[in-house]
């Protein structure tokens, strides 16, 4: 604790007598200044003992030392110590009744007792207790290593709340909480989710106080460089002092390390896990998992899907797509206890390997809801699949990204295009331009008005090639539907005894949009 009145009235060398203001006491004393300025307030900062022996005070006239008691309250002062024997034998009564009166600290200092003496003691009792503020803060910068060691973040989060004397919690780069201590701070860390997202818009380190004097908390980003790769908050009833800024700061450094892997470890990772995919895509998935280790725990294993993502062509502001996606897939694995597989196999595209059903999966979908399209990204997801299929499961993943640029989509499942239709993948500028192409004859033989030809032929491969229920469907007689196909063959120079130009012409109707043309 820093030097207060009480503590120097109870230092048995300095003899000194309380006059006024009794219940101020305990108010910490910044420093101990000399002054027998009538107004030595340009020259205060707040916080200290005024000392004086009264040299230019009227110190009779009671209106003024009640404005010279009002000057120093105004400007910080804690406490006047007046020594008598000097140019007063004793505390002038109009003082002592101005300062009762608006409850300064009055401290009577005898002769005997030098204001060297009290300055001396006000500075050994502040270089105390800054010793006492390191030491603990060394102390404290101690413990909170060996639980970063041996119990990891977790453990750093609950000794610094104890450190502190509040709460503390860490937040991964979406703003979600990875860890709080105690367990009654969880609902009031996750309501700084906002807070958190603002501060890490800002450059890496920044820092936020937010809430009120009795719940100040204190918000620092984790990262090095201009990344944030996570924050911390600190709740506490006041502002932090010497010793709890000490730990603050330890753990900032410690979470930092171990939410920011060093470069060269991350380039490791990467390398291996580019290596174990490469087996995994052709077809050596034990000589995977043997490489792999460890390292992905079960997710070598089945299910998994596969997941591929490429940036869109296009000027685009802010972070690269890419390492945006990957962070926030990688923080969902964390928040789940999941691993994710994720290997760039370029600047534009990346590779990700995780759990059927599971957060990551979910992540991604909820990112491409929210963000892919802005951010410039197309995804193609794969259906489930074991590690001896890992390879199908890429060319899954192909296909459905293939069809998620074609259909300007963020995200599209390989399941979906198996369990819809094949129409919505003839909405191509070139399958169109092929349809157009070949009806085109069709359809300036009908625009001269001398038979239905489209219609007709919508209508005779929808029945199959039946002639009367096609007919009936026309309102005409068979044979004029007989008629019609041979000018279709003789128009188009094919035949429709042919099914593969059966299947090309039913397709072309579709794509222009004539299967649903009126029948005459």
């Not at 007792?113 to 603990?136: E, G, M």
């Not at 390390?257 to 580019?274: C, D, I, M, P």
Request: aromatic fraction near 4%; charged fraction near 25%.
């Amino acid at each position: 604790m820093p030097p207060t009145l009480a503590s120097l009235v109870q230092h048995s060398a300095l003899k000194l007598t309380v006059r006024a203001g009794e219940d101020g006491l305990d108010t910490p004393v910044r420093w101990a200044h000399v002054s027998e300025l009538t107004d030595p307030v340009p020259y205060m900062e707040g916080g200290e003992l005024l000392l004086t022996t009264g040299l230019t005070l009227d110190a009779g006239d009671a209106d003024a030392m009640l404005r010279y008691v009002r000057r120093l309250l105004g400007a910080g002062v804690v406490g006047l110590g007046f020594a008598v024997g000097v140019n007063y034998e004793d505390v002038p009564p109009a003082l002592v009744e101005a300062a009762s009166a608006e409850g300064l600290p009055l401290l009577e200092v005898p002769r005997r007792t030098p204001f060297l003496a009290i300055s001396k003691a006000v500075s050994a009792a502040i270089a105390a207790d800054q010793y006492r503020a390191v030491t603990a803060g060394f102390e404290a910068q101690r413990e909170l290593t060996r639980a970063a060691l041996a119990e990891g973040p977790d453990a750093v989060v609950a000794r610094l709340a104890a450190h502190v004397d509040g709460w503390a919690a860490l937040y991964d780069t979406s703003g979600a909480v990875l860890a709080v201590s105690p367990e009654w701070a969880a609902r009031r860390a996750a309501r700084l989710t906002p807070d958190v997202e603002r501060l890490r818009e800002r450059p890496a380190p920044a820092s936020a106080v937010v809430g009120g004097t009795d719940d100040r908390v204190e918000l620092q980003s984790l990262g090095s460089g201009r990344r944030v790769r996570g924050a911390l908050a600190v709740g506490t009833g006041a502002a932090l002092g010497t010793a709890e800024r000490y730990a603050v700061h330890s753990a900032i450094a410690l979470l930092t390390l171990t939410t920011e892997r060093s470069r060269s470890l991350q380039a490791a990772e990467g390398r291996l896990g580019a290596a174990v995919l490469r087996m995994m895509l052709s077809g050596q998935p034990d000589h995977a998992r043997a490489v792999a280790g460890d390292l992905y725990g079960g997710l070598l294993d089945a299910p998994f899907r596969l997941l591929i993502a490429e940036t869109v062509p296009g000027e685009r502001e802010g972070e690269p797509p890419l390492p945006v996606l990957t962070e926030a897939l990688e923080s969902a694995a964390a928040r789940a206890g999941e691993t994710v597989l994720a290997v760039p196999e370029n600047d534009e595209r990346l590779l990700v390997l995780a759990g059927d059903g599971g957060a990551v999966v979910a992540a991604c979908e909820s990112y491409a809801e929210r963000d892919a399209e802005e951010a410039g990204l197309v995804v193609g997801l794969s259906a489930p699949t074991g590690p001896i299929a890992a390879a199908a499961a890429y060319k899954q993943a192909e296909q459905a990204l293939s069809v998620a640029r074609r259909r300007g989509r963020a995200l599209v499942e390989h399941e979906d295009l198996a369990a819809g239709s094949v129409l919505p993948l003839l909405a191509d500028d070139a399958v169109r331009a092929f349809a157009d192409g070949m009806l085109r004859a069709l359809y300036e033989h009908d625009a001269t008005g001398r038979g239905d030809l489209v219609a007709s032929l919508r209508a005779w491969l929808s029945r199959h090639g039946q002639w009367d229920a096609a007919a009936a469907d026309l309102g005409v007689h068979r044979h004029t539907l007989r008629y019609r196909m041979r000018r279709v063959e003789e128009i188009l120079g094919r035949s429709l005894d042919d099914p593969d130009v059966r299947m090309e012409l039913w397709l072309a109707l579709k794509a222009t949009g004539a299967d649903t043309a009126e029948t005459a």
